[in-house]
């Protein structure tokens, strides 16, 4: 059967070859993407934990009250000696939290200053994975910081997912 010259479109072949191609693509695309996907739902539980931290030390200048955060599993919570002001529930199934002191239980006076008599240690780590973890530290001015992912504080490397 001759070609026609008029004739438009893709020849079987050319399909094969380009979604062979494009299963390539997918192949070597797929594990990095979820490789990224879980590295943001670590980095993001720790932002949080960060910002819980901040804004329960300008809470406590705020209002010239000692303002406490306390964990209970995966549950945090911010608050006065009368009313819960903030609480945070973080999915266990993204990371998990380990800190130092365990239970977490810390206070920030009405000067910004934290009750810890050292640094307090938050990590954040999913799949016991260190190099993945992000450390937050508190240091007893106050002052939170995340540190590089799989860092500790003093930018050495995590050794495991224990504070």
Known sequence: MPCRPS????????????????????????????????????????????SLMQFARAEAVIRRTPVSI???????????????LRRETFDTGQ????????PLSLTYSSNGASSSVGETRIIVCRDDMANFAYLVTIEPSGSSRIHNRGHDSDTTLLGDCVP
């Open 70 to 84: 306390s964990n209970a599993g995966n549950v945090w919570t911010v608050s006065t000696n009368t009313e819960v």
């Open 95 to 102: 990371a998990d939290i380990a800190t130092s002191p365990s």
């Open 7 to 50: 004739a438009k479109g893709f020849s079987l072949i050319e399909l094969m070859i380009t979604i062979s191609l494009l299963a390539i693509a997918l192949a070597i695309a797929t594990p990095n993407l979820t490789r990224m996907v879980r590295n943001q739902q670590v980095e993001a539980q720790a932002q949080t934990i960060n």
